[in-house]
């Protein structure tokens, strides 16, 4: 497994438990696979991209992790104070880069992906970690997986983990992911680590996709045996591509056995469970069980039944604000839900 993180802070105003879609005004449905003009100011995309950050740091205190979007800023003694302190660390999470994608959506996800690990390299303190959520290339062809691994190779982390997704293993049954990440990994990729206390367990939901994501009875009997080891007070990160949740079955944006998997976690005083796929960002609560979405750093997609289909969703230029939203998440206490505050690109421009 290839192994090379960092933290982000956000506005606190508490939320009771609720689902939180950040791209929820569609200016326009997916694209088709015409390659004329689309009017799009490339230039201004890639700008937007850069200044979003399409990524999240998480910092790790006292066993409960805080996210932070890589625009947000702050003052330099207020991002030191997110830093690795009394223990703490932090660790980033991008998802979806799609490198070998080229339709009107985004013409240059080498670039976009280059923006989101130039963010990274401008944090002040370095990441422990890094989890890539999936569709790291868009094929599954080898080139596609060198360049991503090249443009990865240069963020500024400690570790990098990696989880596949759908794109990841379609075409050649993941032969290209596992040769590269699968060191280490348990049965059709599959693994768990200890970081600092914390327990991360990376899953691989796309290995008998079908139209949602599905584990597997031998993945799920190996999560129920990994986590019978932990400590009910150990804080536990489990990451994949497709959510673990039902976020929409009608696009299969959800994992047909994940309610199994998620009985195991509920013990747990802490838990976070993170993944891709969808392209945008999506918050929920449940108990003690925070879940996460993250945004791809290649190109949205539209938010739950806005368009007929999902699918790479082409904005306008003077759009792209409007649909690149943020979600700005924090922790309040060990118990406590998260707090969610909803912004647009355009609410913050």
Same mark, same amino acid.
């Given at each position: 497994?290839?192994?090379?993180? +960092? ?148 963020? +500024? ?109 509920? +013990? ?65 206490? +060990? ?15």
């Amino acid at each position: 497994m290839v192994k090379q993180t +960092r933290p982000h802070e956000m506005p606190e105003t508490v939320a009771d438990t609720t689902v939180s879609v950040a791209n929820s005004s569609v200016a326009n449905g997916p694209e088709t696979d015409s390659q004329d003009s689309d009017g799009i100011d490339r230039r201004g995309f890639l700008s937007c991209m850069a200044w979003a950050g399409t990524g999240l740091i998480w910092t790790v205190a006292g066993g409960v992790p805080t996210s932070k979007l890589f625009a947000a800023t702050g003052s330099a003694a207020d991002r030191g104070a997110h830093g690795q302190q009394n223990g703490s660390f932090s660790f980033a999470q991008i998802s979806d880069s799609h490198i070998g994608f080229n339709k009107a959506a985004n013409q240059d996800v080498t670039g976009t992906l280059k923006l989101a690990i130039d963010k990274i390299n401008g944090l002040d303190a370095e990441p422990e970690l890094l989890l890539h959520t999936g569709d790291i290339t868009q094929s599954s062809k080898p080139a596609e997986f060198d360049t991503a691994v090249e443009v990865i190779k240069g963020a +500024r982390t400690g570790n990098v983990f990696y989880v596949p997704g759908e794109h990841d293993t379609a075409l050649d049954d993941g032969a290209q992911y596992h040769e590269r990440f699968g060191s280490g990994t348990v049965g059709r990729g599959w693994y768990s680590f200890d970081h600092k206390g914390v327990h991360f367990v990376g899953l691989n939901n796309v290995v008998q996709i079908d139209a949602m994501g599905k584990l597997g009875a031998d993945q799920v009997g190996w999560l129920k045996s990994d986590l019978a080891g932990q400590s009910g007070s150990t804080p536990i990160v489990v990451f994949a591509h497709i959510p673990l949740w039902m976020v929409y079955p009608d696009w299969g944006w959800g994992t047909e056995d994940g309610a199994e998997a998620l009985s195991y976690l509920k +013990r747990f005083g802490s838990v976070t469970v993170l993944n891709g796929h969808i392209h945008q960002v999506v918050q929920k609560v449940e108990g003690n069980v925070a879940f996460h979405t993250a945004a791809s750093t290649a190109f949205p997609q539209p938010a739950p039944g806005a368009a007929p289909h999902s699918g790479p969703m082409v904005v306008p230029a003077g759009k792209l604000k409007s649909v690149l939203g943020v979600t700005n998440v924090k922790y309040i206490g +060990r118990r406590g839900p998260l707090a969610v505050v909803d912004s647009s690109l355009a609410d913050l421009s």
